[in-house]
């Protein structure tokens, strides 16, 4: 095992791959996406020329103030019907971009480092933030299966992700997440309430004044 400590001028912490826990059921596996960060957004890049970045509209019909997207055979959308995961794109009637194999092999590897061995998402959601952005406690509940975990991709700035717990009352637990930090959470926390906190500005040297999280989900 070798420790690039200099691959990242935003948080210059080595890769530590011994997963840090969490709750019950989830971990952060800190840098784990930092070294190859360039190629995963250049596939990242790719999926958003494909299926641009919107704005999505809850069902009460607030405009949700993170831009998204997603790739993989579904994807998650939110509008007036509610929310739900689609094989196509509203904006094209398109299927969604296909998942990139770096990104899928990034999202199993992570499982199996969390104790989830043997996940195979079909849908990944593109989370892009810039300063001010924030997204407010929720639970990931429009999967079939949760006996899958999500995985969880910080790419750009940093950003405090709030993990709750089961009730949306419990004061989550306040986590810094870095560029190339991945979290993982199933089992026992499949259900966790979690959010992110305004983000703050700064400038990342690959993404400027942004932050792309990538959430990987066993949908179908
Ligand atoms: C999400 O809950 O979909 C995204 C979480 C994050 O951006 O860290
Ligand atoms: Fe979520």
């Known amino acids: 095992m070798t420790f690039d400590l200099f691959d990242n001028l935003d948080d210059p912490a080595p890769a530590n791959p011994a997963p840090e826990p969490l709750a019950d059921g989830a971990v952060v596996l800190r840098g784990l996406a930092r070294t190859?960060?360039?190629?995963?957004?250049?596939?990242?890049?790719?999926?958003?020329?494909?299926?641009?970045?919107?704005?999505?509209?809850?069902?009460?019909?607030?405009?949700m103030s993170v831009a998204m997207t997603n790739c993989g055979d579904a994807g998650w959308v939110s509008d007036a019907r509610g929310y739900r995961y689609d094989r196509t794109d509203p904006l094209s009637g398109q299927p969604w971009p296909a998942m990139p194999p770096r990104l899928?092999?990034?999202?199993?590897?992570?499982?199996?480092?969390?104790?989830?061995?043997?996940?195979?998402?079909?849908?990944?959601?593109?989370?892009?933030?810039?300063?001010?952005?924030?997204?407010?406690?929720?639970?990931?509940?429009?999967?079939?299966?949760?006996?899958?975990?999500?995985?969880s991709v910080s790419l750009g700035l940093p950003a405090v992700f709030l993990f709750g717990g089961m009730r949306r009352a419990e004061r989550p637990q306040r986590v810094r997440l870095a560029h190339g930090d991945v979290v993982v959470w199933g089992g026992p926390s499949r259900l966790a309430f979690h959010g992110v906190a305004p983000l703050a500005d700064g400038d990342h040297p690959l993404l400027g004044r942004a932050r792309i999280n990538l959430t990987f989900r066993k949908a179908l």
Request: with cysteine.
């Open 104 to 151: 899928r092999a990034l999202a199993e590897e992570a499982a199996a480092l969390a104790g989830f061995a043997g996940f195979a998402p079909d849908a990944c959601l593109v989370n892009r933030y810039v300063p001010g952005t924030r997204l407010s406690l929720h639970q990931d509940r429009d999967e079939r299966d949760f006996g899958a975990p999500i995985v």
């Open 36 to 63: 190859n960060a360039e190629a995963l957004l250049a596939d990242v890049q790719a999926v958003i020329a494909a299926a641009p970045l919107r704005h999505m509209v809850t069902p009460g019909g607030l405009t």
